[in-house]
């Protein structure tokens, strides 16, 4: 059986990188043995490789069902210019080419074969049967939410792959997806039929990826200015209706912009057409609906742009993780607005299946949460995703402004005695209307005599509704998670009634106080010069091969020779994304160009400078616990019960020192783990009495009151602790 040294072999010699990373390694450790798992890794984390590397080491074909053909011929051409042999099966195919295809599968000269899943299981078996006639060692199910009714991108077809462990019962499946929550997850895993299935999450913070959100009110000439200065940069606008897409494209493009519109109900032709100039750069923005983008593997886009509100978070996250894919610096920008949530609340509707129409409308109220916070964005979606993660992350729009604060405790006794007043029985928009003293027919006329109507009559509908969020945000008010969800008092709501605690609102946001994304330290210190050079010549490389520029080298690729100039081939393979096969093929041309810009500048070699990667160690798979489903969380405690620091498992696992301490705390609030065994007595002795002044949700706080002998990691785990009652 290959080994994880072998694979760590094909990662640095066929792909060009020298580590692996997230969940990588233990992923592929457990599919190379034979064993059934699921992949969640968030989009450009690498989640392709996690079975593109088991099909290099297996002797037999690798199949992977795929939902788009875009997305087939992206992975094939990537996996051809890194020299090895792939192809696809699809309706884009002449009748002579697809049997060509299964003539190579048939011989073996095929290590991966890319399908459709209603090419796979077809009417009477007809390609299953195929398959049973050659050696398939793997099957590889991408996208794999989609099996879900409860997932944001449903299809039935998805439905029919538990055939596959019918008839390979013991050929390993993996599902990969980059969003699912544990209802999503729990259907992967039991539609599919996965045997003793392991899963695999890693974290889904892209934390290259800035989030912002700005009202929608003059959203167009807004648009015009954020697009304006990023000239030169490739972006997805997305739009609710494909009407909407066309006009926004239309009018873009009669600005000078170069813009064009995708929808599902354009022309197929069409619809390709748009797609290949932009993954080919020639086309710089695409305003689409969301039928764009699953299949696009484009890695340099830098931004991503949401005109209306999406229905979901999922949807949201998958829309938004298309920028950046290449680990560059790239924003995600929402315009938001209460009039798009009440339209959307048509869209989210199920007739005659109230209890779907619940989860989607609970969904959607939590987007529309997304829009109106006054704390981490990053750390809402991360949440949402059972994800702890720190109330600052110092890239997204609200942690990098300025709030100017108001004492909103009048405000938050209207809204509180309002609440209570109207029994506790209504949402946040008839509640408004209440306290604006609103004459419409909706309004009961019995709520029309109560003391409080009218009373918040000199406050906007707009302030209101994000007064209301901030208390919801603080504590003060709850909403139920009904199908309209209604506003609650909590325990916080009595003290502001009585005037024995006063409350700290939002007035405005000011302009952002820091402009830039964090940056990887080549794009620091680049030659721009060079960049643009070594991106032309990659073009002509590209044009002269059919294929899109980032199938020759990604952008990061280019970025890193810039900033550390290296003059050999040996260098040159130091440089992450060039495996053996492309410094065969290409590394003499770049070399020229970067060799003849050094001697123009007087610059030499800065490979030196280029971060050492420490090789991880191979260690044996681990024991999967609770029917074989392992969380990373577990991953990290084993090696903690085996005796290694947190710094030491950090490094081992090539992750984050907060990821360790994040998963660590899990350990503790389940009570598997003693926080005393972590933090010194006397730390737990400062942190309590200032956990309780301070509230667990206020890291910061409680940072600047404890000094600079408690770290974020202590409070964090003490917290776990606190929460868990377990000191």
Not at 371 to 396: H, I, V
Request: charged share 25%; hydrophobic share 40%.
């Amino acid at each position: 059986m290959a080994t994880i040294q072998d694979a760590l072999g094909v990662l640095q010699h066929k792909f060009g990188y020298d580590a692996f990373r997230l969940e990588q390694q233990y992923a592929i450790q457990h599919i190379l043995g034979g064993g059934d798992c699921l992949i969640l890794m968030p989009t450009g984390g690498g989640k392709s490789l996690c079975y593109q590397i088991p099909a290099l080491l297996f002797d037999g074909l690798t199949v992977v069902v795929s939902p788009l053909i875009s997305l087939m011929k992206d992975q094939v051409d990537a996996l051809r210019a890194n020299g090895i042999s792939a192809a696809y099966l699809n309706s884009s195919l002449s009748l002579s080419e697809q049997n060509s295809v299964m003539r190579k599968a048939q011989s073996g000269q095929l290590k991966l074969l890319y399908v459709a899943p209603e090419r796979l299981i077809q009417q009477g078996d007809g390609f299953l049967s195929f398959l049973k006639e050659i050696q398939v060692s793997l099957f590889a199910i991408d996208e794999a939410h989609c099996i879900s009714s409860w997932g944001h991108d449903f299809r039935p077809e998805y439905m029919q792959l538990a055939r596959l462990k019918q008839v390979f019962p013991k050929v390993p499946v993996v599902a990969l997806t980059a969003t699912a929550d544990k209802l999503v997850r729990k259907d992967i895993l039991e539609k599919l039929s996965l045997q003793a299935p392991a899963v695999f999450l890693s974290s889904f913070n892209r934390a290259n990826i800035r989030y912002d959100v700005e009202p929608k009110k003059n959203f167009y000439p807004r648009l015009v200015e954020y697009l304006r200065d990023r000239p030169d940069q490739s972006g997805i606008i997305y739009c609710l209706s494909r009407n909407g897409t066309e006009m926004l494209a239309k009018d873009l493009a009669e600005d000078g912009f170069s813009a064009r519109a995708y929808h599902a109900g354009m022309e197929r032709n069409l619809r390709e057409k748009t797609q290949e100039l932009f993954i080919r750069d020639e086309v710089k923005i695409v305003v689409a609906t969301i039928a764009f983008g699953m299949g696009i593997d484009k890695p340099n886009v830098r931004f991503v742009v949401h005109a209306d509100l999406p229905k979901n978070l999922e949807g949201y996250y998958q829309e938004t993780g298309r920028a950046g894919r290449d680990g560059l610096s790239s924003e995600a920008m929402l315009y938001f607005s209460m009039a798009d949530v009440i339209k959307m609340k048509n869209f989210v509707l199920i007739a005659d299946n109230p209890e779907q129409t619940k989860v989607l409308t609970r969904k959607l109220d939590q987007m529309a949460r997304y829009g109106q916070l006054t704390t981490c964005r990053r750390k809402y979606l991360l949440n949402y995703f059972d994800e702890q993660a720190p109330d600052y992350c110092g890239n997204c729009d609200v942690c990098l402004s300025k709030f100017d604060m108001i004492d909103g405790t009048v405000i938050a006794q209207k809204a509180l005695s309002a609440v209570s007043r109207l029994g506790q029985s209504f949402g946040i928009n008839y509640t408004i209307d209440f306290l604006r003293g609103s004459q419409s027919e909706k309004m009961r006329g019995e709520h029309k005599e109560l003391k409080t109507y009218g009373v918040g009559a000199d406050i906007s509908r707009e302030d209101w509704q994000m007064y209301m969020r901030d208390l919801i945000a603080r504590g003060y008010l709850m909403q139920t998670e009904d199908e309209f969800p209604k506003l609650r008092l909590t325990d916080k709501s009595e003290d502001v009634l009585k005037g024995r605690t006063t409350v700290q609102l939002v007035k405005t946001k000011t302009v952002q106080a820091a402009p830039a994304a964090p940056k990887t330290s080549a794009e620091a210190s680049y030659e721009r010069d060079l960049y643009d050079r070594l991106k032309t010549l990659r073009k002509t490389i590209a044009d002269s091969s059919n294929v899109p520029a980032y199938v020759i080298l990604g952008d990061a690729t280019l970025i890193e020779m810039a900033a550390y100039l290296p003059q050999t081939l040996d260098e040159l393979r130091r440089i992450s994304g060039f495996g053996d096969v492309k410094v065969d093929r290409y590394g003499s041309h770049f070399l020229e160009v970067i060799r003849s810009y050094t001697a123009e500048r007087k610059l030499s070699s800065r490979i030196h400078h280029k971060p050492q990667k420490r090789e991880r160690k191979a260690g044996k798979p681990a024991s999967l616990p609770d029917g074989g489903k392992r969380r990373t969380s577990d991953v990290t405690y084993e090696l903690y019960r085996q005796g290694l620091s947190l710094q030491e498992i950090a490094v081992q696992r090539a992750l984050s020192l907060t990821t360790i301490e994040t998963h660590l705390a899990q350990h503790i609030e389940s009570g598997e783990l003693k926080v005393e065994e972590l933090v010194p007595a006397h730390k737990i002795d400062l942190l309590l009495p200032l956990i309780e002044q301070h509230g667990y949700l206020s890291l910061r706080n409680i940072k600047e009151a404890a000094g600079e002998d408690i770290s974020y990691g202590d409070i964090r785990l003490v917290v776990s602790a606190v929460i868990a009652g377990r000191v």
